[in-house]
């Protein structure tokens, strides 16, 4: 009862304090206190609601409604004030824009005197999601603190602002709680707005030039969002409808096609699908913790979530399909767009839009089974891509560098890291890791809806084989006799990076547990029927998991005595030693290696402007028969 | 559940025999194409007796991790294809094992190997999507992903899937890694990428290899039967022809370059493949 409030206040809590307390070396035990917290809160309502139907937290929302709406005048004020210290005109218009339209929905709300009796509830799906900010998002705060000296330290000209920094990270948890719990939907549009600031001001967190030109536009591109989304609201208003979202859900009433298709535009932005997608490429710039969290595990996936909450409003409508159809395009495109990139963060980057664009054109079918694989993606890419976004951060500052080509020999020259990366990525494209079954179970749900949404499935997860398996290449591809690097990633680092290598094996290996107690619950109570796996599939999905585990073991056979390490083959030119060749005029030349980016075949720029424009024309498609 | 069990074993045990005696008669019918007499049937287990009994080199001292790797995936695959399992989870483990192929590749840290594993990450992006579309189609042919159902439908897939079936024999030719596609590695070391993806392999791993590939054969030619399963005797003609005519193309064509095999395969498949599936989806919606 009280668990969901307080992971509400918890980090809200954390945040103020951390924030007061400036430069204090009480900030590490602090935020582990914190973390821990509400990360063994998020836990324990888990694992409460298992059992359980959808646990109510009625009270009155009066106050908070009101408490909001001067809240969202205050977001509005401060956020003006940086427009125009900025100068960005556009996005002034924007935040007045938004701000007006809230205030305004806000006051028509408490003219109509019909407030929502449950403003909080946890069902299934509301207690996965909190787990995975409780417990991703809390072992990200852990591994900032020691990233954040670290960058700290590689960018001395700035002040140190690390408690604004914990301030904005722990502000933006408590938000997030609040809108997976939210069942009113301005509770649910306020805390919204609150990620969209707090990702605003994390994005500019260096007030760098490009910093701020990349959080202005993050900032432009979820305000159209927020409009649309705050546009939903009045519609729902206007149509005298509910605004408790579980009754939107079940109502079935076509009335509330429109002002839901308003709400999943704003989650397309949030998500960063195409025509929205170049805020996310820009939020790069930020710091590592904040990418992983808001950008890969968390905020991102607010976006999908609301489409997921809102889907069976969506099914068997040409308004779902096309919001399909955007986030198959989606993943096409930057499924393929990532092939050309060096650097890490930005291959990163796009295979999360990639796969956010997978969970949206499930979500978008509004089919029990593909909502089920849906909800599947959300678990295993919060996970896999936290721990991706971490390494690569983490390696990053050992190497001076995110490009992947400078990531030779990593497995020797950094093996924990390595291996840290290497499970990571396994997971976002092997069998038998986790996203790979969630494309299974995709693939399997897309095909019975529509054969168009598969095939860009099966083009785009192609692709995605030839960007992974590259990198990963590139980091076992070592010298013989490299030697590790000493080390001195701070220990809070590699102990969360261990976690979470952990916590991707364990969640593939309890899959068929996490499927049975805590998805086919969610969508046995949306849609009184869910998927269903074989028996068979989980045991094979088990067995390939324990030849994986098993494999390691072929490394006790060492070549026998007999074994004699030769040079690589340099076509018979090898000069003294083994990586240095005889070239042209007798010369000795070093032996250099890359690996394939298909640049000229593959340009990131048009594949976006082509995305961006498809997009809008499907966009402009969705508004013409949700109207 | 006792004929399940006992094709997937007896695909363990045989795919490599069978493939070895295939591999034996490919290089038996190439040598008389090109006017040689060619080695006997099983020159092929020979080769791999004799790698087996070679002194170990290599680059690096764990140089068969990942081939083992390929190797175990490789049968674990075929054996999920025989047993009757889930065709897409088929396709997982075979795109698995091949990635553990190309990681042995890079793991080498050698100018050729790594130029022939960054041409078979490009093979197996040409190749992928056809082997989707066709665990694609014959659900919407036979109603269910598990070959087992498939094999057991009394109306042969082939005739639903014709556009699936030509281009699943187009990227045979990629899977095979057979001219115009021996892009990443080749029977012929005198080339421009030597032996490419195998140049660092010797002994047991070239061995493993080598055993990988005869399983990797046997399944692959086991997904032709599928599209005539219920006429038996026409599907191992079936299967008989497109091997022929694999080797056929394999000795009257030169390598092509990466770029037209990506192409043309992505081509074939979206032109082939993917409208075969959406007429057949439409088709099928039509007629209950």
């Avoid at chain 1, 490009?403 to 291996?419: F, N, S, Y």
């Avoid at chain 1, 969360?496 to 991707?504: C, G, I, K, P, R």
């Avoid at chain 1, 030349?589 to 082509?610: C, D, S, T």
Wanted: aromatic share 12%; proline share 5%.
């Amino acid at each position: 009862m009280h668990i969901p409030l307080g992971l509400i206040l918890v980090p809200l809590a954390a945040a103020f304090i951390l924030l007061a307390l400036g430069r204090t070396k009480l900030r590490k035990p602090l935020v582990i206190v914190a973390t821990t917290a509400f990360g063994l809160g998020s836990l324990h309502l888990l694992f409460n609601q298992l059992s359980k139907d959808a646990l109510l937290v009625p009270f009155d929302e009066t106050p908070f409604l009101t408490g909001f709406g001067w809240a969202g005048l205050l977001i509005g004020a401060f956020l003006l004030e940086r427009c125009i210290r900025f100068r960005q005109p556009l996005a002034a218009l924007l935040v007045l824009t938004q701000t007006g339209l809230a205030w305004w929905a806000e006051h028509l709300t408490h003219l109509r005197h019909n407030p929502v009796g449950v403003p909080l509830i946890v069902d299934h799906f509301s207690a996965i999601m909190a787990a995975i900010i409780g417990i991703i998002g809390g072992l990200i705060c852990v591994h900032a603190v020691g990233y954040m000296k670290d960058w700290n330290h590689h960018h001395d000209k700035l002040p140190d602002r690390r408690n604004q920094f914990f301030f904005l990270l722990f502000l933006f948890i408590s938000a997030m709680f609040g809108l997976v719990f939210a069942n009113s939907l301005p509770w649910f549009v306020f805390f919204w707005e609150v990620t969209t600031l707090c990702s605003f001001l994390l994005i500019g967190y260096a007030r760098d030039a490009e910093a701020m030109k990349s959080a202005f536009l993050a900032l432009r591109l979820n305000l159209i969002g927020g409009i649309a989304m705050t546009a939903g609201w009045l519609l729902i208003l206007h149509r005298g409808g509910s605004l408790d979202m579980l009754q939107i859900v079940a109502s079935g009433d076509a009335m509330y096609l429109l002002p839901v298709v308003l709400l999943c535009i704003a989650g397309l932005a949030k998500s960063a699908q195409f025509p929205f997608s170049g805020w996310l490429l820009g939020a790069m710039v930020a710091p590592t913790p904040v990418s992983a969290m808001l950008h890969a595990s968390t905020m991102v996936k607010a976006g999908v979530y609301v489409i997921i909450r809102f889907a069976p409003v969506l099914q068997d409508t040409m308004a779902g399909l096309m919001i399909s159809l955007i986030g198959a395009t989606t993943f096409l495109l930057t499924s393929l767009a990532a092939i050309g990139q060096s650097n890490a963060k930005r291959v990163l980057a796009y295979s999360t839009i990639a796969n956010l664009g997978l969970i949206v054109t499930c979500a978008g079918t509004g089919q029990y089974n593909a909502i089920w694989a849906a909800i599947l993606l959300v678990i295993f890419h919060a996970v896999a891509k936290a721990l991706l976004f971490l390494a690569v951060g983490t390696v990053e500052h050992r190497l001076g560098s995110r490009d992947i080509e400078d990531m030779d020999g990593l497995v020797m020259r950094h093996p924990a890291l390595a291996v840290a990366m290497l499970v990571g990525i396994a997971g976002m494209f092997l069998a038998p890791f986790g996203l790979l079954i969630s494309k299974w179970a995709a693939l399997e749900a897309l095909i019975v809806v529509n054969p168009i949404l598969p095939i860009f499935v099966v083009f785009g997860s192609s692709a995605t084989l030839f960007f992974w398996a590259k990198w990963m290449g590139k980091m076992i591809g070592a010298e013989p006799g490299a030697r590790p690097v000493p080390d001195d990633t701070h220990s809070l680092e590699l102990i969360v990076l261990a976690v979470l290598t952990a916590l991707v094996i364990i969640c593939c290996a309890v899959f068929p547990w996490i499927a049975e107690v805590l998805i086919d619950p969610y969508v046995l109570s949306v849609y009184g029927r869910t998927m269903v796996i074989g028996r068979e599939t989980m045991v094979i999905m088990s067995i390939m998991l324990l030849l994986v585990a098993l494999l390691p073991l072929s490394l006790l056979y060492r070549g026998g005595e007999r074994f004699r390490r030769v040079s690589p083959y340099l076509a018979g030119a090898n000069y003294e030693h083994p990586y240095r060749f005889t070239g042209s005029a007798g010369k000795e030349y070093p032996m250099g290696m890359k690996n394939y980016y298909l640049a000229e075949y593959l340009p990131e720029l048009p594949i976006r402007r082509w995305g961006t424009i498809a997009c809008l024309v499907m966009m402009a498609v969705l508004m013409g028969v949700a109207l | 559940m006792t004929r399940n069990f006992l094709a997937g074993f007896a695909y363990l045990l045989l795919a490599p025999l069978v493939g070895a005696l295939l591999a034996g008669l490919d290089r038996r019918i190439t040598a008389r194409m090109q006017g040689r007499r060619g080695p006997p049937i099983l020159q092929p287990i020979y080769d791999v007796l004799k790698l087996l009994a070679k002194e170990p080199i290599g680059v690096r001292r764990h140089g068969h991790f990942f081939v083992f790797g390929h190797l175990v995936f490789m049968m674990a695959a075929g054996f999920e294809f025989f047993f009757g399992g889930d065709l897409l989870i088929v396709i997982f483990a075979f795109a698995l094992a091949s990635v553990f192929l190309v990681l042995g590749a890079y793991a080498a840290h050698s100018p050729f190997s790594h130029i022939g594993a960054e041409r078979e990450l490009l093979q197996m992006m040409a190749a992928e999507p056809i082997l989707l579309l066709t665990a694609m189609g014959f659900y919407l042919a036979n109603g269910s992903f598990r070959v087992e159902y498939i094999a057991d439908h009394p109306t042969p897939a082939l005739f639903l899937l014709p556009g699936i079936f030509a281009a699943l024999a187009f990227i045979l030719t990629i899977k095979l890694r057979k001219s115009p596609f021996d892009l990443s590695t080749s029977h012929h070391a005198h080339q421009e990428i030597v032996k490419g993806l195998t140049t660092e392999f010797s002994g047991l791993s070239l061995a493993l290899v080598e055993i990988a590939h005869w399983y990797e054969t046997i399944m692959l030619l086991g997904l032709f039967y599928l599209f005539l399963a219920p006429y038996p005797l026409a599907a191992v003609l079936l299967v008989a022809v497109v091997y022929g005519l694999e080797i056929l193309l394999d000795n009257t064509s030169a390598r092509m370059k990466w770029q037209w095999a990506m192409k043309s395969s992505w081509t074939t498949a979206s032109l082939l493949g993917a409208i075969n599936l959406i007429v057949l989806y439409y088709w099928m919606g039509t007629t209950p």
